[in-house]
């Protein structure tokens, strides 16, 4: 028996895995929706686009269909839909007047090529970087030279291929209209802009329809059951339809022409699958979840498309905003949505030619001449006038109009350089006296060639005067740095005192000699206090040589010179939340230069607070008015309840980059949320949790804990019943009725079950980590114990997160998988998983 055994062993075969199953191909009940409200819209525009262009009028359907098809299988933005683009028209009919159809076909295949080359060099991000003024300026000129050409054909007129040769022509046609050709066309731009807006629940049901539908359709039938001779579309047989080409002309030119289509077929491809992102994020539930848009990825599949549009006879091929928004707001969820659109287009153009053929063309006419109305946005505008770039916008919209769309691109991006150089090199230097303060305002860059007129102005101060320089721009190189240095030696060494201030608040604040402050740029994130030197006038040191500003665990306040307690020597009848080893505790002395917080005048404090806040209405409040006031009209809508410790150390906008209006904050000693029917007379915090949950229908509630909590401190070192003899017990105090809430956290963690919280990376360096982690842990037990949150939970409305600080590290963790679990995962390594899957953010 002995020796058959081996050979049993190895007369078994390895387990071999089953075959994996082939998947089949599903297609959700949103993206069949979204498909056919995509086709609704794209087959009107397709021809309209096509009419618009001067070529077939099948080339309008082909490119639908491969746009569809082809660049929403392999391009890198799910939700994009892509076709013949209303800012490819002037393009493509200037190609077209130049060098025919089937060579205008050749170009776009020779575009694509340009565009899969591109692609493979990953050069697509910087493809964004062309300044946002030249994208809506060019968009802009392409919509007025769509609407001016249109209006020619809506009038009953024919168009020409150049705009100044429309406009002037517009006076003749005017006088020699065409009464059908203006009612159809009135009719389709009535029901255009009067259908999204139906009021009351059957409107909501009719706007269902696509209104772009809904204005062919309707011109369509009121001119058969009017009799109007109006010229309709012609479908020629699909036997005759021209196909690609070769380009013959001035090679130079042609290649001018490939780069043309290249370009703006990239640029606003590119734009799309950016807009679409935002689009797709700001929607809730399962639709959220999809990941950015691989960008190369999109310049892959619009540059395959247009190889086979060219090459199948169809116009360029573009990212289409119209059909892209539409696609999203259906609740599409995949590309499948994309691809079943393209697949109804070839459906369409194979079945339903006899009803094609009545639209007329006035119809498609007034369609496209509306869009491109709309492509002369004017939020664009006030985007553009904000930022100081309406010469840009001007300059590319007139270039695009009378010398063509490269060169109108072209003009846009030198004016934009030559503005951004300007901006760099001019400053504007102000001086004013106002109640004997010297203001000297410096707006723009400070460079040495500034540094002349800087010089002359900051020697105006008269000496021993008090100045305030106000430096309003985001650079200063060493010339200028050095003028304003020796400016103030000088300037202070004669008695005088100067402040240096700018966007980010006080950079320097300079007084006579014996009162020097040393603050520098960075150190308000150190929780600084102006520091005078040792021996000042104004110094004030506590027993002992201590300095009598305390900087706790709790971020409280200052203890007065005469105060007999220092860190080591609890108060009586109250649990010390900061021990002498804990972070923060101040118990040795030091020199004045070791930390600008140890020494400080009396009047420090509100001096410091005045200077913040004029500081703030100076310099921030200008940046985020905007926002505030539209917060203030809307209300506040946060999508996190952030629950975490009062301690002065946490900024909860700082850690978390959120700002106005994005958390829902409630913040406690020791980040506690005592259980139902616990709160001992204060609800503050259930109050909180039920308004964040039922009224303001927050998706997430977080619990923060950190590192060296001066609350989890007191917990471990508060003894009841330490003392050997017996006294009266002390009064309880509200902190000491408050942290009762925490002695859950203390017996978990005393139960030792081997499930105790703990990082990824290392264990807890102390018991003060250990109970912080238990901490975060008890606290969503607590919460999930609130009625308002288990309803949500249970509807699936609602997660619950558990996050963990570490202050000296700056770094963040968060509870992974199953609270149970208790494992604090670094959010530095999640992301770095995300990006794995879904690229870099």
Known sequence: ?????????????????????????????????????????????????????????????????????????????????????????????????????????????????????????????????????????????????????????????????????????????????????????????????????LPGEPGRLLRKVPAPLVAVTGATVAALLTGLSLPRVDLPSWSSHALAGLPEGPALGVVAAVLTTTLVCSVQSLLGAVAVD?????????????????????????????????ALGGLPVAGVAVRSTANVNAGAVSRNSTMLHGILVVIAT???????????????????????????????????????????????????????????????????????????????????????????????????????????????????????????????????????????????????????????????????????????????????????PSGGAAENTGPRGTSSRRTDARGSGTRGAGSPRTAGSPEPGRADLTPADAPGATTETRAPETRASETFAPDTYPHELARGISSFQRNTAPLVRDELARLAREGQRPSQLFLTCADSRLVTSMITASGPGDLFVVRNVGNLVPPPGEEHGDDSVAAAIEYAVDVLGVRSITVCGHSGCGAMQALLTAEPGATPTPAPAPPPTPLRRWLRHGLPSLERMAAGDGTAPRLAERPAADAVERLCLTNVVQQLAHLRAHESVARALAAGALELHGMYFHVGEARAYLLGGPAAEGVFHDVREDMREVEEVCGPA
């Not at 021809?47 to 391009?75: D, E, F, H, K, Y």
């Open 1 to 197: 028996m002995s020796a058959t055994a081996p050979t049993r062993v190895h007369s078994h075969s390895p387990p071999t895995d089953p075959p994996p199953r082939r998947r089949r191909f599903t297609v959700a009940g949103a993206d069949l929706s979204a498909s056919v409200a995509v086709f609704l819209i794209a087959l009107p525009l397709s021809l309209g686009i096509a009419l618009a262009t001067g070529a077939p009028l099948q080339a309008g359907l082909v490119a639908a269909a491969v746009g569809g098809i082809v660049a929403g299988r392999i391009g890198g933005c799910p939700l994009q839909v892509s076709g013949p683009a209303a800012g490819l028209t002037v393009v493509t009919a200037d190609l077209i007047h130049r060098y025919g159809w089937r060579a205008t076909c050749g170009i776009t295949v020779l575009a694509g090529l340009a565009q899969l080359g591109l692609g493979c060099l990953r050069v697509a991000r910087g493809a964004l970087a062309v300044s946002p003024a030249v994208v809506h300026g060019m968009l802009a000129g392409i919509g007025v030279t769509i609407a001016v050409a249109q209006l020619h054909i809506v009038l009953g007129g024919n168009p020409d291929s150049s705009v100044l040769t429309n406009l002037r022509a517009l006076p003749h046609q005017l006088a020699h209209l065409d009464p059908a050709a203006v009612s159809v066309s009135a009719l389709t731009l009535t029901l255009l802009l009067a259908w999204p807006r």
């Open 278 to 310: 935002k689009m797709a994020a700001a929607r809730t539930g399962p639709q959220a979840r999809l990941g950015r848009s691989d960008l190369d990825r999109e310049l892959l599949g619009q540059g395959a498309a247009n190889i086979v549009s060219g």
């Open 350 to 532: 194979l079945l339903m030619v006899p009803l094609l053929e009545h639209i007329p063309l006035a119809a498609l006419a007034a369609l496209v001449m509306a869009v491109g109305i709309q492509m002369v946005s004017l939020h664009h505008i006030r985007t553009v006038n904000r930022h100081r770039e309406v010469p840009v916008y001007a300059a590319t919209t007139l270039g695009v109009v009378v010398l063509g769309v490269l060169q109108g691109v072209l003009l846009g991006i030198a004016v934009a350089v030559f503005l951004a150089l300007r901006r760099l090199t001019h400053t504007r230097i102000t001086h004013e006296e106002k109640d004997g303060v010297h203001h000297v305002h410096v707006r723009g860059q400070l460079t040495f060639l500034a540094v002349p007129r800087l010089s002359r102005t900051l020697h105006r101060v008269p000496q021993g005067a008090h100045a305030v320089v106000e430096l309003d721009g985001s650079f200063m190189d060493h010339a200028a740095y050095e003028a304003l240095q020796d400016w103030r030696t000088s300037h202070t060494a004669r008695g005088g005192s100067a402040e240096l201030t700018g966007r980010h608040g006080t950079f320097h604040r300079v007084e006579t000699p014996s009162t020097t402050c040393r603050c520098r740029p960075w150190t308000p994130w150190r929780n600084h206090q102006c520091a005078l």
